[in-house]
């Protein structure tokens, strides 16, 4: 899988892409990702990127002609499957979701600033508009990294044992069940007797059951 990332703040994905099983997968050439700095596409005197919107009011709106350049040189080279925008208008983003886009080659994700971009970005290039929950944060790098995270992980050989991310809450809209490791007595405090019996179908069923009740709890929407 190929990911560009168009932002006006590249250096925001270093710590996020430099660590762990995203570094992984990235060494083990499973994943590329490239940050494009959409302020070098500005051809602008002063590199301007952003502009007062029409309809007058508080904030700026980022610039036509900066993202369609960059985004036109991207899809010269390959083509996309996705071409996203992070926006908290977007559809929210969930484990479906996350499991369809790690079937995919290319994704351009395209990183939402100040009011947001010129809308006729969104209506000619965008092909999905996403948000990472019912809130607004100070920019969409933040969101494009936890999109990029939460698929990349999906990927066949990014998490060694294959079966993990299948058991992950979510994947069968059940919460996960609890975990526990040694050593089996802390403080008096004792893991489930069920858990040492040796017996695995018992502990099967107990897992099911576990995640059943905790869904239960915590998120009853899950089951509907
Ligand atoms: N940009 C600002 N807030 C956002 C959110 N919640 N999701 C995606 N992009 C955003």
Redesign the pocket.
């Given at each position: 899988m190929r990911i560009d990332i168009l932002t006006l703040f590249p250096e925001m994905f270093q710590g996020p892409f430099s660590e762990s099983i995203i570094k992984r997968a990235q060494d083990k050439g499973v994943v590329e990702i490239y940050c494009h700095n959409i302020r070098d596409y500005s051809t602008n005197k002063h590199k301007k990127v952003d502009d007062y919107a029409f309809s007058g009011g508080a904030g700026m709106v980022m610039r036509i002609e900066p993202i369609a350049a960059l985004i036109e040189k991207l899809k010269a080279e390959r083509d996309y499957d996705e071409i996203i925008y992070?926006?908290?208008d977007?559809q929210t983003l969930n484990q479906g979701i996350a499991n369809q886009l790690s079937l995919k080659g290319n994704l351009m994700i395209l990183c939402?600033h100040y009011k947001g971009v010129d809308q006729r970005i969104r209506d000619h290039y965008i092909s999905m508009e996403?948000?990472?929950?019912d809130?607004?944060?100070t920019?969409?790098e933040l969101?494009a990294a936890v999109i990029s995270d939460a698929v990349i992980r999906l990927i066949p050989g990014v998490i060694s044992d294959e079966t993990s991310a299948l058991t992950d809450s979510f994947q069968d809209n059940l919460l996960a069940p609890p975990v526990y490791t040694r050593p089996a007595e802390f403080k008096g405090w004792k893991v489930p007797d069920i858990l040492l019996s040796g017996d695995d179908k018992k502990v099967e069923a107990w897992k099911e059951q576990q995640a059943y009740e905790r869904t239960k709890q915590r998120r009853p929407d899950l089951l509907k």
């Amino acid at each position: 899988m190929r990911i560009d990332i168009l932002t006006l703040f590249p250096e925001m994905f270093q710590g996020p892409f430099s660590e762990s099983i995203i570094k992984r997968a990235q060494d083990k050439g499973v994943v590329e990702i490239y940050c494009h700095n959409i302020r070098d596409y500005s051809t602008n005197k002063h590199k301007k990127v952003d502009d007062y919107a029409f309809s007058g009011g508080a904030g700026m709106v980022m610039r036509i002609e900066p993202i369609a350049a960059l985004i036109e040189k991207l899809k010269a080279e390959r083509d996309y499957d996705e071409i996203i925008y992070t926006s908290p208008d977007g559809q929210t983003l969930n484990q479906g979701i996350a499991n369809q886009l790690s079937l995919k080659g290319n994704l351009m994700i395209l990183c939402g600033h100040y009011k947001g971009v010129d809308q006729r970005i969104r209506d000619h290039y965008i092909s999905m508009e996403l948000s990472i929950g019912d809130y607004v944060l100070t920019g969409g790098e933040l969101a494009a990294a936890v999109i990029s995270d939460a698929v990349i992980r999906l990927i066949p050989g990014v998490i060694s044992d294959e079966t993990s991310a299948l058991t992950d809450s979510f994947q069968d809209n059940l919460l996960a069940p609890p975990v526990y490791t040694r050593p089996a007595e802390f403080k008096g405090w004792k893991v489930p007797d069920i858990l040492l019996s040796g017996d695995d179908k018992k502990v099967e069923a107990w897992k099911e059951q576990q995640a059943y009740e905790r869904t239960k709890q915590r998120r009853p929407d899950l089951l509907k």
